[in-house]
């Protein structure tokens, strides 16, 4: 028997690695510039809200593929690890799920807030960790904080009433009226 056959092998096995590495890595880019590009507010909020969770779940799948190709490689209690990372990826990712699952099977709601504010936070990250924000009371004094888009926070004014329609689990604002 060769002994190179089982090197052989590994090195095909490593060259598909890779290309499958680039394609996961170019689908999570993909999948992030679109969530960038698509409006904070406004009938597309749930796509948005999508190509999020879909960062998650190709990250995790990328993970649970790596881990059951490797699964032969492995001892015994690192394959006991690897089957740690596979449930604690898939609990993540139904997680995360949760909410947009929610949303879809239960539609937007409209409420009208009184006496609103409107705040920015910008955290240290950069360009795209600026987030405005619109708070507000509705009918049963219930304090509703929900993001909204640049455009809103310049419109909207501090203290006036408005009408509101939303996703109720994932927070995210279809209109502002």
């Avoid at 056959?5 to 679109?34: C, D, H, T, W």
């Avoid at 009208?112 to 795209?128: M, N, P, R, Y």
């Amino acid at each position: 028997m060769d002994p190179f056959v089982g090197r052989e092998q590994y090195i095909l096995n490593m060259k598909r690695l890779k290309k499958q590495e680039i394609i996961f890595f170019v689908l999570v880019l993909a999948v992030i510039a679109a969530g960038l590009l698509l409006p904070k507010t406004g009938e597309l909020v749930l796509l948005d809200e999508f190509c999020d969770l879909s960062v998650i779940w190709i990250v995790c799948a990328y993970l649970v593929i790596r881990v059951v190709r490797n699964r032969t490689l492995l001892s015994a209690s690192r394959k006991a690890l690897g089957a740690g990372v596979v449930i604690v990826c898939f609990a993540l990712a139904l997680w995360f799920s949760k909410d947009l699952v929610l949303d879809l099977s239960s539609g937007s709601q409209t409420v009208e807030l009184k006496d609103i504010q409107v705040s920015e936070s910008l955290a240290h990250t950069g360009i795209f960790s600026h987030h405005y924000y619109l708070t507000g009371s509705d009918n049963e004094d219930e304090i509703l904080r929900l993001e909204i888009s640049g455009e809103d926070y310049g419109r909207l004014q501090q203290g006036q009433t408005v009408r509101v329609e939303y996703y109720k689990h994932t927070g995210r604002i279809v209109k502002v009226d």
